[in-house]
């Protein structure tokens, strides 16, 4: 859609879809206001500046009954607070429209509503620790850099005391995640990173309270509260841009399934009328949420099903991208069975309605899905298995120390006691792995590919196998133009069509930009824009056949199979061409003016770069598929890798393909899977590590943990380049803070250290971790700069 | 030195005012979406006559 050019008016099916009172519910995100306003949110498309967002916004305010509209460009949604008896959604989808954008409702917000206040009390924790740290560290720099003399006890006291006030908010509310971490691992029975830090948390808070309270006699003369906002601020500050990355992802995918609601015609004759009889019954067009299985309903081509049922009447061809990812239609006539969300191609039929909304095969799918993510291999992270050992040996270290000075000084036992537990303090152990893995994921999300699940990366680290899905993965997701024929010649559009040739595909693609058959999307797609368009009149299109009109010298053309196009039932000129593009006439010579145009799949241009690549860091390749051995042998040998690429299963179904993998896992391989059809994402959730590409159905990539943008398969080996090198520095990372723990601890035990020094290792111990896990991005893109195509900033 | 009994206390009681007045603009949604911040000096201002 050309933003402000007014796109077609809605149409009386989505009106009524619309306008379902059930629609406005789900997109409802907040309690309805005391005047009867209630807040509501919708989804936009076709924003490539800010400047978009006031535009929509002034054309939103201007529906009456709406009282607030707030445009967010960079997540492309709108949210607005409007008076439910005065507007309609179709009132607001027509506004936005009219100025050249699109809108629907949007089913997710309110899920994401809740996610925001998950995001909001996230910051507030950060912002109360931030704050009261600044405050506490102006106070005890006074202490710090005072003389013996020079501050009276009263004074001291005060500070201490005033510094133990500011430390409540921070103990009390911005510790809650840790507190509450530690404690549901605890209840596991496990210890997990959070433990030591809420071990350590406390224990600072309880010996500086105590100091402060007066019994210096036994924990030592020094608070440590500034050590301890310190602390707590830098974690959540990690913890903060961490959601924040992950938030933007999972908005990102939840456009992807923005749609406008469908109406469908439902058939009023009762249960009696014979399904045969059923081409003149009365129909009435209702919304999608008042079907009930046994109903009949005509649905029209291009439109979608609504729900999964039979064909009871009529004969069409069908577009299961949804599921399978692949375009090519397949044909479906009376007695079989159709999938909700597919779209019918071909000509009206009439479908008793099976199952909807939960049953349907979809949903089972999505089911498969959840169940395989639970039964998932788990997967520690290197730090947490760190984390328990690490604890005792720092528990046993303090007592020993306790015990010792005992003998020696017993006024200094428990003070020593608490040095090593607030010295050995998980800084850096705790930052070590967020700090490497998230300056990964920036680096990756520069180059193209977007992490999901930041564990991820330590897994897809050990990937030693990586199994390809082909169609869509491998190959290109639409059908591509492989060969032109023209007055007898053989034509490769590659090397560039010139002539009566391009004339012909531009008069071709034009015709064709009328019709939703993906064999004419795919010749859209490959003409482009460009060239005369002839603006065609009386246009009509023949179902299962193609399209017929009359341009403006008043020659018919047709566009289609070679029946339609040039009346030959046998004797194919070309038997390879699945459209025919030629001159209806009396004149039988014309025939010759025809051209056909042969439409394949194709491997994408860097799939071999992209799959050598990874062959050359030591990781294995082969391909799994649904489709027939032969076609899928054909087409991997496209691929020129060396040895040659292994097809691992052919004629596949979602379940062959999962006990395939499961049968690579259980020989011990680490294994991760790159796909994009919706029958993939069971492989997907059980794979150690899953891609899906961006092009491919959304489910597939919701549930993925890495999305690679444009379709560019050089991000499978960059990702794995990348996960390896994070792991390389979470693991110097680790070196150097045990070493920091190896130096302190002998200094602690011995009485030597005070607490400014254990601050200041502290925080040059963190800045240490956090200035390596930096290197990532430096060293690794350097010159291999691939532009993200990714069209969601604005 | 002996302001300090005044200022020390004072300045705890404004560091907690201004933790509660952050955490009112958080809930308000100011901090929500940070990158149309600088938008807003785009929009046209509504004349109020």
Redesign the interface.
Known sequence: MRPGAPAPALSAAQVTGLDDPVVMQQCQVGPREADGAIPVGLGLSGMYC??C??TI?GALKQVPGVRDVQV????QRARLVLDPGKVRLSQLVAAVQSVGYGAWPDGAARAQNAR?QV??QL??RL??AG??MM?VM??TTAQYVSGPQD??PD?WR??NW?SW??SL?VMVFSCGPFFTGAWSALKRGQIAMDTPVALGIAAMFVVSTGVTMGHTQWLGHDAYFDSLTMFVSFLLFGRWLESRARERVTQSLESLCGRLPEAVDRSLAPATVADDDLGCSEVATVPLSVLAPGDRVRVAAGQAFPADGQIIQGQTEVDESLLTGESRPVPRERGQLVVAGSINLGAPVWCRVERLGPDTRYQQIVDLVHQALTERPGWMRTADRFAGPFLWAVLVLAALGALAWQWIDPSRSIWVAVSVLVVTCPCALSLAAPSALLSAAGALARSGVLVRHLDALETLASVDQVLFDKTGTLTEPHLQLVKVWHRGQILDPAMGLEGEALTDLQRAASLAALSQHPVSQALVAWAGAGGEVPRWQQVREQAGQGMEAVDEQGITWRLGSAAWALGATEALVWPEARVWLAPQGCDRAQALDAAGFSLDEKIRAEASDALQALRQIGVDVAVLSGDQLARVVALVRQIHVNPPVFVAAASATPEGKLGVLQAAQQAGRVVAVVGDGINDAPVLAKAHASFALDQGAPLAQSQADFIVLGGRLGGVPLAVSIARRAMQIVRQNLVWAAAYNFVCIPLALMGYLPPWLAGIGMALSALGVLLNALRIGASTDAGRHHPSTHTNR? | ?DI??LL??L??VL??L??GV??WS??R?Q???L??EG?RI???DEQDP
């Open positions: 800010a400047a967002a006031i916004e967010q460009g960079a997540t925001l995001q909001r910051l507030w912002l109360v704050f009261c405050q102006m106070i501050i009276p004074i005060l500070m005033a006030v500011l908010p604005v | 030195m300090l009994y020390l206390p300045s705890v560091v907690l201004i933790l952050l955490g958080v809930y949604g901090f929500d979406n990158d149309q938008v785009l929009e046209e």
